[in-house]
């Protein structure tokens, strides 16, 4: 060894120095001292070791098991979001068939009830000629539909047939412009006139035969009176939905609507009428009369006093 060799450089720091030489010494102590000291010791210096890395596994663990948590949670949310998906689509699904079932139901206590045989039939469409206020059924001549046959819902009338194929047919609906059907005040069948289109879409105009006698309260409804023989008497038309204040002249403007929203009916059925050439003749002479006199929609006979007293 050179002259200059020392254990302890003077570049050392005095801290380093100090502690390597605690350690030496604490090691020996550990070797060769008693059990009581190794132990110690041990718990000096090993304990915090031991609790430090089992402090790391621990962290280490509760990410790994908390990342894996979250995964299947996350799957689990996923499956559930699926299966409500499913349930809701069913349940859509069981809400149809449970109102059709009762549409159903309500068509079969229709059929039970109704004086005349009755086809039942299904719309299939709306005709899309803006003009035309018409739906499209899937009977025709196969089950005996014919035309001018009167078609009914559970609610009321619906319109007529007016075109007749093999497998589907074609009924005018009372709203069109072109269909009259003879009408009586339900709660006083002596007020009686005829029902037919408006142009505004969803309402009808009610034409009063005799102007002396309008007596007509608002949610009145209007039957068929049976006069044109096409029609059966005392089938629901529509209802008077508001009777508007008198005007200075005393006339009073009201709305007449169906009975049902028609462009949304989903079960007719279409009665099976008895000598229906004869009776749409009628119907058909009764509508151009009514055509050539027309009568205006308000209640030109009803003064201010007798609106007021109404």
Known sequence: MGDNYQLFRRTTPDWVRLAVASVCALAMMAVNGPPLVRQS????FVTPVQRTVYLARTWVADKVVHSYHIATL???NQDLVAQNQAYAIRLQALSKDETENKA??????????????????????QVTDPYMRKLVLNAGSHEGVQLGQPVVAVDGLVGQI???QADHSEVTL?????????VMVQRNPSVRGFISGDKSEGFLELRIFNQENTDLLKDDVLVTSGLDGLYPANIAVAKVAEIAPASADGRSAITIVPMMHLMTVRYVG??????????K???DTQTDLARDNPVP??????????????
């Not at 309500?106 to 719309?123: F, M």
């Not at 099976?272 to 004869?278: M, P, R, S, T, V």
């Not at 929609?297 to 109404?310: D, M, W």
């Open 41 to 44: 010791l041990s718990y000096l």
């Open 74 to 76: 996350a799957r689990q």
């Open 104 to 125: 159903l139901r309500a068509q079969l206590g229709l059929k039970d009830t109704a004086p005349y045989p009755i086809i039942s039939a299904q719309a299939l469409y």
């Open 162 to 164: 007016t075109d007749v």
């Open 174 to 182: 009372i709203t069109d412009t072109k269909v009259n059907v003879p």
């Open 270 to 279: 279409i009665l099976q009428i008895a000598n229906l050439a004869e009776m």
């Open 281 to 283: 003749l009628r119907s």
């Open 297 to 310: 929609a308000t209640l030109g006979a009803r003064t201010r006093e007798q609106y007021t007293k109404n």
